[in-house]
């Protein structure tokens, strides 16, 4: 690569960089006023019924609330930044530790659901472009239009009644008795998976298809052809490479699905997960544990999107040379 | 007269279009008239007819308490509706008048365009949760807390559009001859953005409709004394394994509108924009 496209790089870099950071402290700023907007001295809420109004007051105090609101987010900016994230009201241990005690589960069930939904997703969307406009392309448009028009819960709930309760392969509910060994929670987590994955593999074959659709356009297709390659090669060598580009951004996207996906799934199924943990703490108004989740995720989100959009720019040369 | 015939001829060519807008139609119908053809009080309980699986009288079964679901589906569906097409509506409002000032004013793209990033970073149910335990759990607010979750989706898409109108050579003659940017905004490029937000429309129905069933499932919609298909869902966990249909029909509804909405939103975006044919 010479000088100039490496200068290219770098500044294309910085920019992605910069807009991540601003997207960021736009996030944090967000989450912070959600939840000062909430109706209700969450000291009053800490300290319960017994407090009198002094006490309150000199909670207020001991946790700044008694100060301006750009300098309590500021106060508060800087104890995220350090890794604390707050008390849990109703647990009573700090959020940071809550949040990761709850995480395995999620990154699991996140896991399983993409590798499924991408298994499901591209072959089917490959199949749909190749033979556009015939049965095959029809029935799994229509399906691919189900799947994006079923909640979650209620496929969840079916499927638990069916699978679950009816055949009796699965766990109705949970994730296994504590130290439950590796066997049993993966057993618990097959059906939330099953249900997550297939769901999201919608939004994959749409974007599989279509990108697929634009490339068996191209002129060097039709080169591909004309020297005699069979079809399976052309269309799995030499247009399924360049289409799996743009289903790298689609990566991203399913997984911020996944992640809202698994606030209901996790409920559907009692998995002692991130998406369960948030909407007890909101049926609890635990806004310290649903403000550090939100954070979180958001986070998450960010950042797995700049890491595709710095990847992108390694994978894709049109974009490294602007 | 000739024009209108051959758009509708255009738009049913793919016959699911057409099943898809007669499922619509009659769901709204019944939405709207069901106060006087139900076959049964929706509200009325009776403790003797609890559970009783569908049978002639009780096409879907009973509930918990004895109360027809055929009748609460269609008298749930004002509410389901209602937030749905509410929800569609400001959000498109709202996300139209943010796109078109960020892909038309410069200076405003960066801003605005990050704040919708910083919007669209949280996932949109727990978004939605967020906000209605904040604002309070009921349909006013459940509409306002899916505005706010959907707003910045249609802010993406109009501004994208804007952004290639703007440069087309009508705009430019437009304002050679002095056109003034609001008159310019909303005659020139407001119509040519029809298609988009009629898309969006739609699917944003669908996906309301989708969030507030699963918002009144985990306890935070619009409240469980209000049938909406969510709510009856919702209601249905403890008695699926006996009676499957508590479970399977209020379901039935919300798929078979949300799915009837995103053909109709396929539809006319095929009938608006051949070029996107097949696209997200």
Known sequence: MSRMSWGILGRTLLGRLGGMLAVLSLVSVLVFLLTRLAAGDPMAMLLGDQASLADIALARERYGLDQPLLAQFVLWLGEVLKGNLGQSIFLQTPVTQVLLDRAEPTAWLAIFSVSL????????????????????????????????????FWMGLLVIQLLAVGAGWFPV?????????????????????????????????????????????????????????????????????????????????????????????????????????????????????????????AGIYVIINFTIDVLYVFVDPRVRHG | MAEWRLLLKTLFARRVVLIALVLLALMLLMAA???????????????????RAPNWNHWSGTDELGRDITSRIFYGARYSLAIGAGTALLAAFFGTLLGLLAGFFKHLDAPLMRCV???????????????????????????????????????????????????????????AVGVSTPRLLSVHILPNLMSPILVQLSFIFAYALLAEAGLSFLGVGVGAEIPTWGTMVAASTQYADRAFWTLFFPGMAIVLTALSLQILGDGVRDLLDPRLKGMQ
């Open chain 1, 117 to 152: 939904a991408m298994l499901i997703g591209v072959p089917c969307g490959i199949a749909s472009a190749v033979w556009r406009g015939r049965w095959i392309d029809q029935c799994v448009s229509t399906l691919a239009m189900l799947g994006a028009s079923m909640p979650s």
């Open chain 2, 33 to 51: 008239i069901s106060q006087w053809v139900l076959p049964h009080d929706p509200m009325a309980m009776k403790v003797s007819q609890r559970l």
């Open chain 1, 173 to 297: 509910s949970g994730y296994g008795e504590p130290g439950a060994g590796w066997l049993t929670r993966l057993h618990h987590l097959l059906l939330p998976s099953l249900v997550l994955g297939t769901l999201n593999s919608a939004l994959i074959i749409r974007f599989t298809r279509a990108s697929m659709l634009d490339i068996l356009g191209e002129d060097y297709i039709r080169t591909a052809r004309s020297k005699g390659l069979t079809e399976s090669t052309v269309v799995l060598k030499h247009a399924l490479r360049n289409a799996l580009v743009p289903i790298l951004t689609v990566l991203g996207l399913t997984l911020a699905l996944m992640i809202g996906g698994a606030v209901v799934t996790e409920t559907v199924f009692n998995l002692p997960g991130l998406g369960n943990l948030v909407v007890r703490a909101v049926l609890r108004r635990d806004y310290p544990v649903i403000q550090g989740a939100l954070l979180v995720i």
């Open chain 2, 117 to 175: 990033d910083a919007m669209m970073a949280f996932p949109d149910i727990l978004l939605g949760i967020a906000l209605v335990s904040i604002l309070g759990a009921s349909p006013t607010n459940v509409v306002l807390a899916l505005t706010i979750v959907y707003t910045p989706r249609v802010a993406r898409v109009v501004r994208a559009s804007t952004l290639v109108i703007r440069e087309l050579p009508y705009v430019e003659a437009a304002r």
